[in-house]
């Protein structure tokens, strides 16, 4: 038996139409784009992929991934501990169908063409990147350049050290 969804490729209408669901253990080394951005690769996302139809007949999928992945903080460049609970709403939009108006669209919800073959990883990793940080920080620390070298120390604080020699 394999935790694993690397490979995993679902035919997005098929998973729907057939209310199917995945729930698996995505390691964080299995997401080389995200691992790229991480302090460590240990630890893995929990993730949940489910589908269906509503009753007009429209094609959803809800992709649910919690966990904590460490980030590289980018004052002190030490490990962030980053909760993540994600949960996003994508209505599928075969091939030939009207895209729904986004003014009339709650905002919950994206939309997404309706691949036969959808890298089920790769959706993960989509939407993990989208709901990072840009520029993740400790609330509190300090750059070890800052305390270093003196930048972003006060000048005086400088010359004082400078009289005592
Ligand atoms: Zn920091």
């Known amino acids: 038996m394999s935790d694993s969804i690397a490979g995993t490729v679902i035919d997005c209408l ?29 630890g893995f996302l929990s993730v949940r992929l489910e589908g269906w139809r509503d009753d007009q007949g429209k094609s959803w999928l809800q ?4 966990g904590a992945p460490v980030l590289c903080c980018q004052r002190c460049l030490g490990g962030v ?7 996003s709403r994508l209505q ?9 108006d986004d ?37 509190q620390c300090e750059s070890p350049l800052a305390s270093a070298s003196g930048h972003g ?7 004082a050290d400078l009289k005592k020699h």
């Not at 992709?63 to 919690?66: F, G, M, N, S, V």
């Not at 501990?81 to 949960?87: G, H, Q, V, Y």
């Open 14 to 42: 098929e998973f729907a139409r057939s209310g199917g669901v995945l729930e698996r253990n995505v390691g964080l080394d299995e997401l080389p784009r995200l691992a790229e951005l991480l302090t460590t690769t240990a």
């Open 63 to 66: 992709l649910d991934i919690a």
């Open 81 to 87: 501990k980053f909760p993540l609970a994600i949960r």
């Open 92 to 100: 599928l939009i075969a091939p030939g169908e009207d895209w729904p």
């Open 103 to 139: 003014d009339l669209e709650d905002d919950s919800a994206d939309a997404i063409t309706a691949e036969t073959a959808l890298t089920v990883l790769s959706l993960v990793e989509d939407e993990v990147l989208l709901a990072l940080p840009i520029a993740p920080r400790h609330e």
């Open 153 to 159: 120390a006060s000048p005086f604080a400088a010359l």
